[in-house]
């Protein structure tokens, strides 16, 4: 028997579900297969004012609650002006290596960026909407399966870059993705079954993220630099995701190619990567930066205030209305609070509504968020508080932006 409400509400069963179910982690094939299935499938429950959350049975109520608090700390990832730059170059790169029968060393994509800047989750909504395209396009089936294997079809292996890399611990962690590795392998033997794996298992891009966990001083991240060069002769498209790459020396021996706009690595001269037969082709990556919003024009503005609007309707708190998040001074007070960054803007929008549940007044404003520490940074401490004059902190509330506002006609000004 279904105890699911006419709005939509899921029963108990299916709520415990959403919450309890396990999460493999998308850095193996199950729990990318996992992620790819179930990205933006939760949805919000109907927004009920507090008369008619009175009207549902007490343990519905309970039910209710615990689901909108479920969606309000999972907020749904949007595109934005930022993100958009780094999608249009991921799916431009996937789909032309993929397209490409000539070049035998496909070109990469490099996505650098501050951290909360949301670059894994962009990174991995795109490369998954690809996978969809890709496996739609073939009919779920390999179309390089070897016959007579049962090889999973992987078209992207998503790979987090070990913590302390070296060439071996960077090939396991690419075997990793489809299972267990065999033990005791040389390096030589290792290099060869990522080959294989990659070949067999269909793999159309590797995405290796945290790549800004290499330091470039140490001899073992200067081979694992080398291998991932050798890996873009293995027809697959390279997605490298870090903190700042530009900084980190991985493109130190690179030059910039002005004609083609990307970066051009040094073809392997060293034999480190043993066991490797890679061609002299110049190695090429293409490097985006995902960046902050900004709030100095208009257009920048509109931007941050739509991401603001997403998010409110995807918000349920019973108090809340229109322009909650979008109204007045609160887009002003939400940038300056999070500086523009996605993930701490994010976090401090999820914080805020439970503390808005929690506490019975179900609307967010700058009073309770004041209350939301996100970073020490963030909040005047005790001593500032008490140092400041009573006006000024409404004084402070009051200045905001106006560049939106509309003056009238200026005395004096003709009108017709």
Not at 225 to 230: E, W
Not at 280 to 288: A, G, I, L, P, S
Not at 397 to 405: A, C, K, L, W, Y
Request: glycine share 8%; hydrophobic share 35%.
């Amino acid at each position: 028997m279904s105890h699911d409400l006419p709005d939509g509400l899921p029963s108990r069963e299916r709520i415990a579900e959403l919450i309890l179910r396990p999460r493999p982690h998308r850095d193996t094939f199950d729990g990318w297969q996992d992620f790819r299935a179930r990205r933006g499938t939760l949805r919000p429950p109907a927004a009920l004012s507090a008369d008619r959350w009175g009207l549902l049975p007490p343990n519905r109520r309970a039910d209710y609650d615990l689901f909108r608090r479920l969606t309000n700390v999972n907020l749904p990832l949007q595109q934005t002006p930022m993100s958009r730059k780094v999608s249009r170059l991921i799916n431009r790169r996937l789909n032309g290596n993929v397209l490409n029968q000539d070049d035998p060393t496909l070109a990469g994509v490099m996505v650098s960026g501050s951290g909360n800047h949301g670059k894994t989750a962009t990174v991995s909504s795109v490369t998954a909407a690809f996978e969809d395209t890709w496996l739609d396009l073939h009919r779920h089936l390999n179309p390089n399966a070897v016959g007579g294997t049962s090889d999973l079809h992987a078209p992207i292996a998503y790979v987090q870059t070990p913590v302390t890399a070296s060439p071996k611990s960077l090939c396991q962690a690419i075997l990793n993705f489809f299972g267990p590795t065999p033990g005791s392998l040389t390096l030589p033997q290792l290099v060869r079954q990522v080959a294989l794996s990659l070949r067999d298992h269909g793999v159309r891009a590797l995405v290796l993220d945290d790549i800004n966990r290499l330091r470039m001083h140490r001899q073992d991240d200067q081979d694992v630099l080398d291998l991932i060069r050798a890996l873009m002769s293995f027809q697959v498209t390279l997605v490298l995701t870090g903190v700042n790459i530009p900084g980190m020396g991985l493109l130190r021996e690179a030059k910039w190619d002005p004609g083609a706009r990307q970066w051009v690595m040094p073809p392997l001269e060293s034999t480190r990567v043993h066991g490797l037969e890679v061609t002299q082709t110049e190695r090429r990556f293409e490097m985006v930066e995902l960046d902050r919003f900004h709030y100095g024009t208009a257009k920048e503005i509109q931007a941050f205030t739509d991401h603001l609007r997403g998010i409110e309707v995807h918000l349920r708190l019973m108090n809340a209305e229109a322009g909650m998040l979008t109204d007045g001074t609160m887009p002003e007070y939400l940038f300056r609070r999070s500086g523009g960054v996605v993930g701490i803007l994010g976090r401090l929008i999820a914080d805020g509504a439970q503390e808005a549940m929690d506490s019975g007044q179900e609307v967010l404003d700058e009073d309770l968020l004041d209350e939301i520490v996100i970073g020490r940074e963030d909040r005047p401490t005790d001593t500032d508080r008490e140092a400041e004059p009573p006006s000024s902190r409404a004084e402070r509330r009051r200045g905001r932006n106006t560049v939106f506002d509309d003056r009238g006609t200026q005395p004096g000004t003709a009108t017709g």
